[in-house]
């Protein structure tokens, strides 16, 4: 198995630019994570899915961020438009029975 | 709210000493994971506990669940360089919470 396979691995991008992170799961996983990495915060849950639904977006910081699952394989977090503060590692996970795989992560730069 | 904490947040030890790190956490979980980070990494899963009284050993780090006083510890034996790196236990309640992460230096 390939595991958790995120795109692109890094992004340097300009304030105001849309922003597009890409996520396959590990086949089989019915929870998908978005999570998001910085020095000061920690690692902060973004939002799951459960079978392809939303479950809890309640750490989506703004309506800048949104996030989809249209199918078992393929997940995006959007940011639109991006913001310095956004700059980060976003992790993606996903989760079968009670192992949870991350991947590389994507991180962002937006200057 | 789930609440998850560590302590020590920082943790320089010698090689060969032993030391815990603690993982408490807030509300009613079936289930903690701890993981390792090495810097520019992603998260490595380590355990995975799944019942009170869980103890699970890989090497020198062992590491144990206690549900009904809500507290994890992840036991160092012996530590060596190799085991420097950001340690983080995480929650399951629906979603996966992690706590702040220990960092932990082992110097020669």
């Known amino acids: 198995d390939a595991g958790v396979i995120q795109s692109p691995r890094h992004e340097v991008t300009e304030m105001g630019q849309e922003v597009t992170l890409r996520c396959k799961p590990i086949?089989?996983?019915?929870?998908l994570f978005w999570y998001r990495q910085t020095m000061m915060r920690g690692l902060e849950l973004l939002i799951y899915?459960?079978?392809?639904?939303?479950?809890?977006d309640s750490g989506m910081p703004e309506d800048r961020f949104s996030a989809k699952m249209p199918n078992a394989s393929f997940s995006t977090l959007k940011i639109q438009p991006s913001e310095p503060r956004d700059s980060a590692v976003y992790f993606c996970?996903?989760?079968?029975?009670?192992?949870?795989?991350f991947g590389e992560g994507s991180w962002l730069t937006v200057v | 709210e789930l609440k998850v904490e560590q302590n020590p947040l920082f943790l320089s030890m010698q090689e060969g000493k032993n030391y815990t790190i603690y993982c408490n956490y807030s509300?009613?979980?079936?289930?903690l994971y701890w993981y390792r980070q090495d810097p520019g990494k992603s998260l490595e899963s380590l355990f995975v506990?799944?019942?009170?009284?869980a103890v699970k050993q890989e090497g020198r780090l062992m590491a144990s669940l206690d549900t009904k006083a809500r507290l994890s510890t992840l036991h160092i034996t012996a530590a060596v360089h190799d085991l420097s790196a950001t340690y983080f236990c995480?929650?399951?309640?629906?979603?996966?919470?992690f706590g702040q992460g220990t960092t932990l230096q082992v110097k020669p």
């Open positions: 996970a996903s989760s079968g029975a009670n192992t949870i795989y």
């Open positions: 086949s089989g996983h019915d929870y």
């Open positions: 899915f459960n079978n392809n639904v939303p479950i809890d």
């Open positions: 509300t009613t979980s079936d289930r």
């Open positions: 506990l799944l019942s009170n009284g």
């Open positions: 995480a929650v399951v309640t629906g979603k996966l919470i």
